[in-house]
């Protein structure tokens, strides 16, 4: 049987990244050093610490969109053998992400042309979800999260910042996956819309999935994380 506590969904172990700075003669700064922390299904682990410590590089890091210097990220995947992230092929992790992995971004990131409601209902839709049915889930969710109907049908790259976070929150969990990651998922929005976001984020805690979320805000740490890690180097 492997070592890995099969209760956890992600155990990162003594994991490290650096970055050359070319533009200033290739000097390598490290961006975080032996961060360790487990994380079971059904919780959400917080990543909290001043700006520049490393936290969003951690999650982009575990996504695989950086790769680690040093350490391992062991993935516990269903039905599935376990997975080194900071190992695997590349091949490997592209599937994982298509299928079991999710990354929030900051930063809505869609085709022009493409309306809020069909950029929320297509991570449905690309799991075999019959199309109407997609879009009916997609208007419950933007009208959870705030966004008035008039606006379903245009492109959410018109929308201010605190309605396209929204619409890219809605996108992102509309069809969860086993693991999500979220780089400030409240960070440009007012108390109604956030306290909207934590209950859905605790909705899905209830269907067993694991999270790790970038905040910086205590009182939202306490009111919804199940471990908060602090990250405290401040160099990049």
Known sequence: M???NHRY?????????????H?????RVQGFENVNFSLRCGELLALHGPSGAGKSSILKTIFRTYLADSGSIRFHRNNNP???LASCPESHVLDLRRRE????????KILPRVSALDAVAYPLIEIGTDEEQAKEEARKMLTQ??????????????FSGGEQQRVNIARGIIAPKELILLD???????????????RLLDQLKQRNIAMI????????????????????????
């Open 101 to 108: 992995i999710g990354f929030v971004t900051q930063f809505l």
């Open 2 to 4: 492997s070592a890995f």
């Open 145 to 158: 999260l705030g966004i008035r109907e008039e606006l379903f049908k245009l492109s959410p790259l018109t």
């Open 9 to 21: 969904k992600l155990k990162v172990e003594a994991l490290g990244k650096s970055f050359t700075l």
């Open 184 to 198: 400030e998922p409240t960070a440009s929005l007012d108390q109604k819309s956030s306290e909207v976001v934590l």
């Open 23 to 27: 533009n200033r003669g290739g000097v």
């Open 213 to 236: 979320a970038i905040f910086h805000d205590q009182r939202k740490i306490e009111q919804i994380a199940d471990v908060a890690v602090a990250i405290g180097r401040n160099e990049i």
């Open 82 to 84: 376990e997975v080194d």
